[in-house]
């Protein structure tokens, strides 16, 4: 298994751009998260999923996306990129019912 | 919602000594806490757990404490090497329907172990 998947690992954005930073996990998981991580800051959970069609807003959902049409598959869209959306983002996913998430590698984000 | 306190946000210690984190929750209803270790650069990493009815787990030299009635609980390293260095991560959970929870994360705390 590969477990859970980013990609890209690295992105420099402009201002006013979009995107969409991908996340997969081969693991049949039905729960899967978007975290950002800031210095000192922790990490803020932005947005998760508890199956396929179902999403909700975590702590830091403002600028952001998220759909999930499948159960491998859990998309995070930066409408239009600001500066304040320069930070570290981590997907992670795990079963329901458990309580250990698993983390994809990680996207750094920079957006000038 | 719940807030999660983390402290020291940095600890050094040398080689051999004992290390130890303390978090508080402010959430009486969080039943879930784990801690994450994250290397620079790396994804965070899940060292331990202990769920609300336990009030101590050990796994070699970690071992996390957990008191209810304060809201706090602590992570333990014993015998610290230099590769125990890295950035440590408490989190509290709190069910939100279901099956469902939500972690919320302490800050972080870097610790350095010097030889």
């Known amino acids: 298994n590969a477990g859970v998947t980013q990609t890209p690992k690295f992105q420099v954005l402009k201002t006013g751009q979009s995107m969409t930073l991908q996340c997969a996990q081969d693991m049949n998981h039905e729960y899967m998260s978007w975290y950002r991580q800031d210095p000192g800051m922790g990490l803020r959970l932005i947005h998760y999923?508890?199956?396929?069609?179902?999403?909700d807003q975590g702590e830091v959902p403002n600028g952001y996306n998220v759909s999930r049409s499948t159960t491998e598959d859990f998309p995070l869209r930066l409408l239009s990129a600001a500066p304040s959306q320069t930070s570290v983002y981590f997907c992670a996913s795990r079963p329901s019912g458990a309580y250990e998430q698993y983390f994809g590698p990680g996207t750094r984000l920079t957006v000038t | 919602g719940e807030n999660v306190e983390q402290h020291p946000s940095t600890l050094s210690v040398q080689e051999g000594d004992s290390a130890v984190i303390k978090c508080t929750y402010s959430d009486s209803a969080s039943n879930y806490f784990p801690w994450y270790k994250q290397e620079l650069g790396k994804r965070p990493q899940l060292i331990i757990d202990i769920r609300s009815n336990v009030g101590e787990k050990k796994d070699q030299r970690i071992a996390v404490t957990l008191n209810k009635t304060a809201k706090h609980f602590s992570l333990h390293i014993t015998e610290t090497q230099p590769e125990d260095s890295a950035v440590y991560f408490c989190?509290?959970?709190?069910?939100?329907?279901?099956?469902?929870?939500?972690?919320?994360f302490g800050k972080g705390t870097l610790l350095t172990v010097n030889p």
């Open positions: 999923s508890v199956g396929a069609g179902i999403t």
């Open positions: 989190a509290a959970s709190v069910r939100s329907g279901g099956s469902n929870y939500k972690l919320t």
